[in-house]
């Protein structure tokens, strides 16, 4: 069964450190998403990506980069990880063209103290 | 204003009672549509997906009702059950194209209580 997976599940850094949420999919979906999830927000987009070694900004990327080095493979990296980057983050993927329905991992709670 | 907008945020029922909760949306070109289930904890399940030349659709004790010319989505329950209790997303896709990406509401959280 098609499957997207996440590491850490869970992570606690300290501010100004430097973070990597890593995201596997064996779908072989071309489309891979990053989102993050706050209450009384939903799920925001922060990152996507339409096939290895390609990265765009989603609707808040700021202090976020991502890494496509793989169709399989998706990171968000947080450079200087701030207290306001405490959330769960999702990644997910998704065909090109079709429905746009998506897949989606487990999540990744993150703690910035 | 809000590209999809979802309401309530809240909804508290009864066993047995219905519920519904609706989208708004704001691109008349959409023609998938998609109600996402998220149990506490736990990540997000595809409840159903609705394509728009169907106004009426029905699964897993839900019925989704499209109204393309108000740009409204309705997923409605007829009688909820504590099993129902979870966030529930819709999404819709805007600004077209093959690579058109989701755009979520902010969701509703449903308490069905015994």
């Known amino acids: 069964e098609a499957a997207v997976t996440q590491s850490p599940r869970n992570k606690v850094a300290v501010t100004g450190g430097k973070v990597t949420l890593s995201c596997n999919q064996t779908n072989n979906h071309n489309n891979m998403y990053w989102y993050r999830q706050d209450t009384g927000h939903g799920l925001r987009l922060i990152h996507y990506s339409y096939g290895a070694g390609s990265t765009e900004k989603g609707d808040i990327p700021d202090g976020y980069k991502a890494s496509r080095p793989s169709q399989e493979n998706f990171s968000l990296i947080l450079e200087l990880a701030t207290p306001s980057q405490t959330s769960v983050y999702f990644c997910a993927s998704g065909v090109t063209g079709g429905d746009y329905e998506q897949y989606f991992g487990p999540g990744t709670r993150l703690t910035v103290l | 204003g809000e590209q999809v907008e979802q309401r309530p945020p809240h909804l508290s029922v009864r066993e047995g009672d219905s519920a519904v909760i609706t989208c708004t949306y704001t691109d008349p070109n959409s023609y998938y549509f998609f109600w996402y289930k998220q149990e506490p904890g736990a990540s997000l399940q595809l409840l159903m997906k609705?394509?728009?030349?169907?106004e009426i659709n029905e699964g897993q004790g839900f019925t989704v009702l499209l109204n393309k010319k108000d740009k409204r989505l309705s997923l409605n329950l007829t009688a909820a059950h504590p099993g129902d209790s979870a966030a529930y997303f819709c999404?819709?896709?805007?600004?077209?194209?093959?690579?058109?990406?989701?755009?979520f509401g902010k969701g509703t959280k449903l308490s069905v209580k015994s």
């Open positions: 609705v394509f728009s030349s169907t």
């Open positions: 999404a819709v896709p805007l600004s077209g194209g093959s690579n058109a990406k989701l755009t």
